[in-house]
């Protein structure tokens, strides 16, 4: 995981925001009904609801999800039309690990 750029995705509020938002997505977010029970990605939020959230076109909220995602901090799964994501605690975890090491 390289440091500066997931400091890089963080650094820009809206960003930061959804990765907080999907901490908790059953308190930020409407159930994802469309969501295919065999798609099994508990907690994944589609695109377009976190649109809505943010008030930002899909396609700025697409480009700020890819920058988080390849930061390492979430992950996502395709299901039909529909793409959702979800927090890689895994990868903020080992995120954090990292600063602590680098202070």
């Known amino acids: 995981m390289d440091t ?3 400091i890089k995705a963080l650094s ?3 960003r930061f925001k959804i ?4 901490k908790h997505p059953e308190e930020h977010f409407d159930p994802q009904e469309h969501m295919p029970a ?8 589609c695109v377009g609801s976190i649109s809505q959230k943010t008030g930002l076109a ?15 901090l979430l992950e996502s799964r395709r299901a039909g039309q529909w793409t959702y994501y979800r927090r890689n605690e895994e990868g903020i975890n080992r995120f954090i690990e990292q600063l602590k090491n680098e202070l």
């Open 4 to 6: 500066l750029l997931t």
């Open 12 to 14: 820009n509020e809206t």
């Open 19 to 22: 990765l907080e938002w999907l």
């Open 38 to 45: 065999s798609c099994n990605f508990k907690g994944g939020i």
């Open 58 to 72: 899909q396609s700025v909220v697409s480009g700020y999800l890819v920058k988080l995602q390849k930061a390492g």
